[in-house]
Nanobody
Framework: VQLQASGGGLVQPGGSLRLSCAAS????????MSWVRQAPGKGPERVSG???????TYADSVKGRFTISRDNAKNTLNLQINSLKPEDTAVYYC???????????????WGQGTQVTVSS
């Protein structure tokens, strides 16, 4: 199993980014998948998840700005991030759940992470 995240970068407040996570070794549509971020000096925060049925969840801090999606043909998980704020600065990881749901603490695999920095 491998999860390869990409798409991070340095953006100004109000900007947008699209993160992608290429998965191999399993079919992402069969499992719960999440984006988890970790800011400097803080614990991990699950910002969004999608279960095998396509039901999505979002942290209150990102609702209305972040959109999670899957590209089943490419076996890729995406995260569209709009209206970026400085407090969104973090390393963003894609994770695979052990089950077909998104369950806190049930992440089986983590990707290597991609850095998102929001600064003027």
């Amino acid at each position: 199993v491998q999860l390869q995240a990409s798409g991070g970068g340095l953006v100004q407040p109000g900007g947008s980014l699209r993160l992608s996570c290429a998965a191999s070794g399993f079919v992402i549509s069969s499992y719960g998948m999440s984006w988890v971020r970790q800011a400097p000096g803080k614990g991990p925060e699950r910002v969004s998840g999608i279960n095998s049925a396509g039901v999505t969840t979002y942290a209150d801090s990102v609702k209305g700005r972040f959109t999670i999606s899957r590209d089943n043909a490419k076996n890729t998980l995406n995260l569209q991030i709009n209206s970026l704020k400085p407090e969104d600065t973090a390393v963003y990881y894609c994770t695979k759940d052990r089950s077909n749901s998104v369950v806190a603490g049930n992440d089986e695999y983590w990707g290597q992470g991609t850095q998102v920095t929001v600064s003027s």
